[in-house]
């Protein structure tokens, strides 16, 4: 796998990791904003709640397919070793993220935790992006 992925990303893995993990959190961002705007928090003349909605889980579905992604080429490539800060958040995000699919998919009671869930999800991609791209791009 760690073969396939240096082949991929043509030996810059640590660069696609930290552009791919930019965009996931300018999206997570998003994401925000179009939450706020489906529970009718925030109201916008140009987008409408259902609107913000559909786009909430479409852009949720990007997130999560890129998430696997740069989890996959992170663990493939850098492992477990250095079970610092980073290696933390990014275990803990990917279960938050199912624990937040799971109350999406159940309903019922688990709805009411969605915005919960939502900031958590969203501060652990802050965290996680924090503890390497940051580092990366001098931020963190």
């Known amino acids: 796998m760690e073969d ?3 082949e991929v990303t043509r030996g810059n893995v640590t660069e ?4 791919l993990a930019s965009v996931i959190l300018a999206l997570a961002v998003y994401q925000l904003l179009l939450a706020a705007v489906a529970y009718g928090w925030l109201r916008l003349p140009f987008l409408e709640s259902a ?4 786009t909430h889980r479409a852009s949720g579905d990007a997130i999560v397919v890129l998430t696997i992604l740069v989890a996959t080429a992170c663990i493939a490539v850098y492992g ?39 900031v958590s999800v969203l501060a652990l991609f802050g965290l996680t992006w924090l503890t390497s791209a940051g580092d990366f791009l001098g931020v963190g």
Do not use: M, N, Q
Request: aromatic share 6%; net charge positive; charged share 15%.
């Open 4 to 6: 396939l992925i240096e």
């Open 16 to 19: 696609v990791k930290v552009v």
């Open 51 to 54: 609107t913000a909605s559909w």
């Open 80 to 118: 477990f070793e250095d079970g610092g800060a980073h290696t933390v958040f990014g275990c803990v995000l990917l279960g938050a993220i199912a624990v937040k699919i799971v109350a999406v998919r159940a309903g019922g009671r688990l709805a009411r935790l969605l915005p919960v869930l939502g």
